[in-house]
């Protein structure tokens, strides 16, 4: 998330975003103060200059629900724990906006990969976030076309079977 997109969301000037986040507001009305820290804090806003310092050993999981997600989120976390990750997880239901927010977290938290389950084709608009930010991502969900690199199906049916 850039102060360009939080202007864009707040409606108000990139310049107006700059002087709120960086404490030169006392010109700015309360009201579009609150509106711009509130989609700042949303969106999980990082400065570029802290961003870039902070090393991080985390992959993100980015989950639709936690009922498919719990079992996803189980493997995953044994795997990271196992070779010194942390894991740094969103769920968003089935709100495209929570998913977009999950998105700009991972961005945030400066995560080294994502493993994502998609709400739809819609989200892959989400994904120059983190493309920008060179974090890898792989897919848990549906297949696209050029994505077989980086996608793995879960096959839950299959899973319920053998617990059972």
């Known amino acids: ?9 707040s409606n108000v000037s990139i310049s107006t975003v700059s002087k709120i986040l960086n404490g030169k507001d006392q010109s700015i009305s309360t009201e579009t103060r609150e509106k711009v820290l509130r989609i700042a804090r949303d969106y999980h806003y990082v400065p570029y200059e802290k961003a870039g310092n902070l090393p991080q050993f985390l992959i993100g999981v980015i989950i639709r629900d936690s009922q498919r ?10 795997a990271a724990r196992k070779n ?8 968003y239901g089935q709100d495209p906006e929570e998913e977009k927010k999950a998105v ?10 994502v493993i994502w389950q998609r709400g739809g084709l819609g989200s892959m608009e989400y994904l120059s976030y983190l493309e920008e930010k060179d974090i890898r991502v ?12 980086r996608h793995f199906t879960l096959d839950y049916g299959r899973y319920g079977y053998e617990a059972a």
């Open 1 to 9: 998330m850039t102060i360009k997109e939080i202007a864009k969301l």
């Open 69 to 78: 997600g719990r079992m996803l989120l189980s493997g995953i976390s044994r």
């Open 84 to 91: 010194g990750y942390g894991i740094f997880c969103c769920e």
């Open 104 to 113: 700009t977290a991972m961005c945030a938290q400066n995560v080294v990969n």
């Open 138 to 149: 792989y897919f848990c969900d549906f297949l696209m076309a050029g994505e077989k690199d």
